[in-house]
Each structure stands twice: as structure tokens, then as C-alpha cells.
T-cell receptor, first 111, second 118 residues
Framework: GQQLNQSPQSMFIQEGEDVSMNCTSSSIFNTWLWYKQDPGEGPVLLIALYKAGELTSNGRLTAQFGITRKDSFLNISASIPSDVGIYFCAGRETSGSRLTFGEGTQLTVNP | GAVVSQHPSRVICKSGTSVKIECRSLDFQATTMFWYRQFPKQSLMLMATSNEGSKATYEQGVEKDKFLINHASLTLSTLTVTSAHPEDSSFYIC??????????????FGPGTRLTVL
């Protein structure tokens, strides 16, 4: 079946630092989605990518859809304490099919 | 972004009772909704795909008679945990698919329901 590897599993950074996390897949995806989940809440969509090579920003967040269509990264610039949470990547092979989720990256930001 | 609501947010019940969780898409029509289960410090585990007007598709290992899913309208799907037991205690999250005209096919998640079975 599909495998989606997300790394790193956790990160501990200082406020103001930049952060990068990525996901790689054993399958070709046509969609990559990045979500953030706070404790006790559902995941919130951060960025959606639909085309290989696409680079999309949302405030301090930037994500890219890899050219091979098997990977994606998320960057967070100038981190702040409220960036703390778990970040999940998710990919979809074909339109309408279910998402495959990464295992998540737990981000801790020290003030 | 699109809004998906989930009710209740938290429920505590006695073993043997049934619990119904509602998932609503508030500003778009969702022909497909998904039900996930999440254990502490783990990723989301897909339980079933709910399609409006048809039977849900369950993932391997998920008992369809235990977790009843009904998707009676384009904005509402319900998950009923029947004869709940303590091992059913978990965080249940729904999501709704917004086709967005095809190219921008996206899933939006509800806030989740914390189920505790005593």
C-alpha cells in the first residue's frame, strides 16, 4: 500500500528560527495538503498544492509540490510560540480518492 | 476556508450505550465525508468513507455494524458507535470533501469529538 514518510518527527526550536519539514511518498500524488493540529482540535488546512513544482505561500508558511510528485516540503519562517502544534502532510493519488497522512511533525517553539 | 462542524465536542457514556456523532459542512455541499479515529500522539486513521445517498465504505478491520454511518444529505453525516465499550474511547474526527470544481479538491476537518466510555 501507500507509504508516506514525514520528517522530522519532532522539532524543538527557538522563537524566530525558521523551520522545515518534508514528506516523501512511495506513490505519485496529484495533491498535497498540509494541516496543523492543536491539542484536542481537528486539523486545520494550511496550504493545498495541486501541481508538480507548485510553490505556495500562506503568510509565514511556504510549501512546495515536488517535481517528482512524490514529495513536498513545508517551511515556516520566523517562528512564533503559536506555531506550536503537530503538522501533518497528506497526499492524494487521484481526484476524489482518500488522503494518505504522514505521521506528523511535533513542533515546539521556545520563547 | 470552508467550515465543518462536529457535535458533540465531548461525550462521556456508560459501557453498552450507543453514541451518535454529527458532522456538518456549513458552507458547501459535501457528497463525500470521511470519518477518522485518532489515538494520542498518533496520526489520523481512516475508518470509513461516507457517500451521500449510498452505503459507506469501511476500511479493513473496522466493524460496520459497530460503527454505523449515515450520510442522508449533502451537508450531514452521522457516526453512531453502537454498544460502546471502553476500548472505543478515542478522538473521532470527520472531514468533508469540497470538490472545488475538480482541480482544487480539498478536505476540511471538523473539530473532533472526544468519546470516553466508562
Amino acid at each position: 500500500g501507500q507509504q508516506l514518510n514525514q520528517s522530522p518527527q519532532s522539532m524543538f526550536i527557538q522563537e524566530g528560527e525558521d523551520v522545515s519539514m518534508n514528506c516523501t511518498s512511495s506513490s505519485i500524488f496529484n495533491t498535497w495538503l498540509w494541516y496543523k493540529q492543536d491539542p484536542g482540535e481537528g486539523p486545520v488546512l494550511l496550504i493545498a498544492l495541486y501541481k508538480a513544482g507548485e510553490l505556495t505561500s500562506n503568510g509565514r508558511l511556504t510549501a512546495q509540490f515536488g517535481i517528482t510528485r512524490k514529495d513536498s516540503f513545508l517551511n515556516i519562517s520566523a517562528s512564533i510560540p503559536s506555531d506550536v502544534g503537530i503538522y501533518f502532510c497528506a497526499g492524494r493519488e487521484t481526484s476524489g480518492s482518500r488522503l494518505t497522512f504522514g505521521e506528523g511533525t511535533q513542533l515546539t517553539v521556545n520563547p | 476556508g470552508a467550515v465543518v462542524s462536529q457535535h458533540p465536542s465531548r461525550v462521556i457514556c456508560k459501557s453498552g450505550t450507543s453514541v451518535k456523532i454529527e458532522c456538518r459542512s456549513l458552507d458547501f455541499q459535501a457528497t463525500t465525508m470521511f470519518w477518522y479515529r485518532q489515538f494520542p500522539k498518533q496520526s489520523l486513521m481512516l475508518m470509513a468513507t461516507s457517500n451521500e445517498g449510498s452505503k459507506a465504505t469501511y476500511e479493513q478491520g473496522v466493524e460496520k455494524d459497530k460503527f454505523l454511518i449515515n450520510h442522508a444529505s449533502l451537508t450531514l453525516s452521522t457516526l453512531t458507535v453502537t454498544s460502546a465499550h471502553p476500548e472505543d474511547s478515542s478522538f473521532y474526527i470527520c472531514s468533508a470533501r469540497d470538490p472545488g470544481g475538480g482541480r482544487t479538491d480539498t478536505q476540511y476537518f471538523g473539530p473532533g469529538t472526544r468519546l470516553t466510555v466508562l
